[in-house]
């Protein structure tokens, strides 16, 4: 039994740091906010990019319209980000970016920052996420393929254990696996193959010596998710430390416990807030908040918590404020930091810790049978597994096996005071800020060579750049010399686009296994009699039906998980994943001759995409395709997207998915002119 320690004989344990996930608009709005924040008592800076800079593109790129500033923050050069962190001394900061494909970029430029201020590089501490393994699975933020994105995660893993002693390079996350699907078994066993295959690249590159790696796994850092079934989550924080100490220890010799320590920091789970009933996320947010916090042997080194409203859209300052709030209630105003571990000795948490280790460790044997975790994305199995665990939780909701409260439970309610007046209950970006940061873009291209700056020619800067990308030579380097020379994102991206091609990764859907049963008499089974019935009497084999992903946004499990229910509901599904233009998603319409088009987008940027693709449908004299639009979308904008054409809006309080696709073949049968069919859907 652990004893509460007397008072005045220990002092509590540190707090976690914590961290509020924040970005958007401008580099100066969000470096108000930033400063605004660590005013407030948050004690470590999260930022957050926005999808352009994310991917390698300016903020001009054809495929940056709508995204400018939506889902963070735009950092163009070096000049974005003097501003981003102005008056902020990053000697003494702690700051994490979120950022995987274009990680060496943003970290030159942070560095390069830094060193303007005067600091100490080698006293830099912080986090680049640098997990590309994730983004072909889950986030869909990659760039380059698989072997090209690995080499510069080791670049970058050797440059930092050599000149930021303090940084981690890399913070391996789990966290968008939870989201895409993933069971606490693949999240685990997918992060820990992330690792190894990282680790084993480090060793094998030569630019680390064995006698440093301990130097290089002590740098290593997690971000995992936590979700509402908080006594699992907690259990499964404990075996992911244990395969961690022991992986470490028998694959790579290293010896010293510290350097083994499972270091980690956790954003809980958005995807579990709920847009039906927002108020109730608030709870769900300290659930998981506790499955991190609880127990001191398997504690996070970092939180940050979601915002209440997160569902409906951009959280304000003060719902940032809230969520910062309920994390320094825990610390300063309950006893747990005056605690030992909580759960040590527990039958029930030791039973469910080995369960997981053992289950994991099968997974994790696996993966390295097929080449280990890029040839286990390269060859799909990663992602149709996520697409399939994926599936058979959408069909325990929608079943009501697994239970929402507010979504398929107890839906009754009050009226919300909170969401009264959803304009004013989420933040929203001035569509104005993306023309004033792409002319200060194109300013900084114009005058970066002049006073005060006086930038050299990036010419240079990325011919060299290229030709190491072409060789074997450390990329940082050439990369802190692009960043001086006022280089832009767009400009570093496209270098290294031009010698290590791009890559679309597989989406998992022609593979995932059908999860929900179309028994006679079942949803399913007459959502399939529409769809037969509506083939028939339009004189085709099948309807034809295409999801399409326009923009950067890269969250594809709405998608996927729409365009595998269509599949078993006998449509025949076009697919063909993220990243795509309207004018690209227009011309598949026309060329595959489908009947509907429905459009997924979580960033914001529907307000400009989905009309797009409406006019260029109308254009072309395809007036008879229904066009559906899904995703985080407010009220308002719903509204203004219905007037504009669009057949139906779905967003995440439609949980209903067989329900949907009965929708969209309503929709099509509209369009076409047919009589409604008097069966339920």
Not at 41 to 63: I, N, R
């Amino acid at each position: 039994m652990t004893e509460r320690q007397p008072a005045g004989r220990r002092e509590k344990d540190r707090p976690w740091l914590m961290r509020t996930y924040a970005g958007h608009s401008t580099a100066e709005a969000s470096n108000e906010l930033y400063r605004r924040n660590l005013a407030k008592g948050q004690t470590g800076l999260s930022v957050a990019f926005d999808l352009p800079t994310q991917t390698g593109y300016d903020s001009d790129h054809v495929l940056a319209r709508g995204e400018v500033g939506r889902v963070g923050v735009p950092v163009a050069h070096l000049g974005d980000m003097r501003r981003l962190f102005q008056d902020i001394p990053l000697e003494q900061m702690n700051t994490s970016m979120t950022i995987n494909a274009t990680a060496m970029w943003l970290l030159a430029l942070y560095q390069v920052v830094a060193e303007e201020q005067g600091a100490d590089v080698t006293r830099l501490q912080g986090t680049t996420q640098n997990d590309i393994v994730k983004e072909y699975l889950s986030r869909g933020t990659h760039v380059f393929p698989p072997a090209p994105s690995l080499r510069l995660t080791t670049d970058m893993i050797a440059y930092t254990v050599s000149h930021l002693p303090k940084w981690n390079p890399i913070n391996i996350c789990s966290y968008h696996l939870q989201e895409a699907g993933a069971t606490p078994v693949q999240e685990i066993a997918y992060a820990m193959s992330t690792a190894i295959a990282v680790l084993d690249a480090v060793r094998d590159s030569g630019q680390v010596p064995q006698e440093r790696m301990g130097d290089v796994v002590g740098r290593i850092s997690f971000f995992v998710n936590a979700g509402v079934r908080f006594v699992e989550e907690m259990c499964k924080m404990r075996a992911f430390g244990r395969i961690w100490d022991q992986v470490t220890r028998e694959r790579y010799g290293i010896e010293d416990p510290k350097h083994r320590r499972f270091r980690y920091g956790v954003q809980v789970n958005s995807l579990g807030l709920t847009e039906a009933q927002p108020e109730n996320n608030v709870q769900r947010i300290v659930l998981e908040m506790l499955a991190v916090t609880l127990s001191k042997d398997a504690r996070a080194r970092a939180v940050q918590l979601p915002a209440w409203n997160e569902a409906l859209g951009l959280p304000r300052p003060w719902d940032q404020q809230w969520s910062l709030r309920i994390q320094q209630v825990l610390a300063y105003e309950s006893d747990l930091l005056e605690y030992g571990d909580l759960f040590e000795g527990s039958k029930v948490v030791e039973a469910k810790v080995e369960e997981l280790v053992a289950d994991s460790l099968a997974e994790i044997e696996r993966i390295q049978e097929m080449g280990g975790a890029l040839a286990a994305v390269e060859s799909g199995y990663l992602k149709s597994q996520l697409v399939s665990s994926h599936a058979e939780r959408r069909a325990r909701i929608e079943s009501g096996e697994e239970k929402i409260v507010g979504v398929n439970i107890f839906e009754g309610t009050e009226p919300n005071p909170l969401t009264a007046d959803l304009d004013t209950a989420i933040q929203t970006v001035d569509p104005a800020v993306e023309a004033q940061v792409i002319a200060s873009l194109q300013h900084w291209r114009d005058t970066r060579y002049q006073p005060p700056f006086n930038h050299p020619r990036p010419c240079k800067a990325l011919q060299k750049l290229k030709e190491a990308a072409r060789g074997t030579d450390n990329l940082m380097e050439a990369t802190l010399e692009c960043a001086r020379a006022g280089v832009t994102t767009g400009e570093w991206a496209g270098a290294l686009r031009e010698v290590f091609g791009e890559f679309r990764a597989p989406t998992g859907v022609s593979s995932a296994p059908v999860a929900v049963p179309a028994e006679e008499g079942s949803q399913l089974a007459e959502v399939r009699r529409k769809v037969e019935l509506t083939a028939k009497e339009l004189e085709v084999g099948k309807l034809r039906f295409l999801v399409g992903k326009p923009g950067l946004d890269g969250h594809s499990n709405g998608a996927e998980q729409i365009a595998v229910r269509a599949r078993d509901a006998g449509f025949e599904v076009v697919y063909q994943g993220i990243r795509l233009t309207p004018e690209q998603i227009v011309d598949a319409a026309l060329a595959e001759d489908v009947h509907a088009v429905g459009l997924s987008i979580l960033s914001g940027s529907h307000a400009q995409l989905v009309p797009d693709v409406l006019d260029r449908l109308r254009v072309a004299g395809a007036t008879d395709i229904p066009v559906i639009a899904g995703g985080i979308i407010p009220g308002g904008d719903a509204e203004q997207l219905r007037a504009a054409g669009v057949a139906a809006v779905f967003t995440p309080k439609d949980f209903d998915i067989t329900g949907i696709i009965g929708r969209i073949v309503d929709e099509i049968r509209t369009a076409n002119k047919l009589d409604p069919l008097e069966v339920p859907a």
